[in-house]
C-alpha cells in the first residue's frame, strides 16, 4: 500500500512543477499577416514568449508593431521565469513597393538573456555594426508588413557608478540570422 501511496504522491508533485518549454524552431516565413517575428542569435532561436509567472499579463511586453508616417517598429520581448530579453526592429523609410532592402536599426538589450552569455546589450548603431532588412510584403489594404533580416550588433557598454563594465565577458559582437516578420501594423500582445 505505502508504493501506491509514493506513486500518487510522485505523480502530483511531477505534475505540479511545471516546467516551461524554450521554443527550438523558427516561425515559417509566410506572407499573409501570422503576427509572428523569429531569429536566431548565437545559435539560438529568439521568437517572443511572455509567460505570466505571477498570474497577470504585462500588455504589450510579447509583441508590439507600429507604425507611423513613413517607419515602422518591431519590439518583442521573451520572459520565462523572471529572466527577459528585448528586440527591436526600427526601419526609417519604407517603400510602397517590394520586395525592397533597406538599412535599419536593430537593438537587443538582453541583460537577463535565457541565452546570451553574460548578459549584454547591442546595438547596430555602434561601429562595426551591420543590419540588412528586405521588406517583402507590404499589404495596405490588410495592413501588415512581412521580410527578413540579418545583423552583426555591437555591444553596448554597461557601467556601474564606477564606470566598470558590468558584462565583461559577454561577447563585443553578436550575429542575428534567418530573421522574419509577418506582422499586422499597429499590433499588441
Known sequence: MRIHYFIILLALALNSCKKEKLITSLPEATEVGQNTVGFIVEEKVWVPKWNDDYGWGESCEELTVSLVNDYI????????????????????????????TTIGTIYFDDPHALFIKNGGSYSSLRPGSTVSITMTKI???????SGKFEARLAKEMITNIDM??????????IT?????FDVHYNYCR
Open 139 to 145: 499589404d495596405s489594404v490588410n495592413k501588415f508588413v
Open 73 to 100: 517598429e518591431i519590439s518583442g520581448g521573451i520572459k520565462i521565469h523572471g529572466k527577459r530579453s528585448y528586440f527591436l526592429l526600427h526601419v526609417d523609410s519604407m517603400s510602397k513597393t517590394t520586395p525592397f
Open 176 to 180: 542575428i540570422t534567418s530573421g522574419r
Open 164 to 173: 566598470q563594465d558590468l558584462y565583461p565577458n559577454s561577447p563585443d559582437f
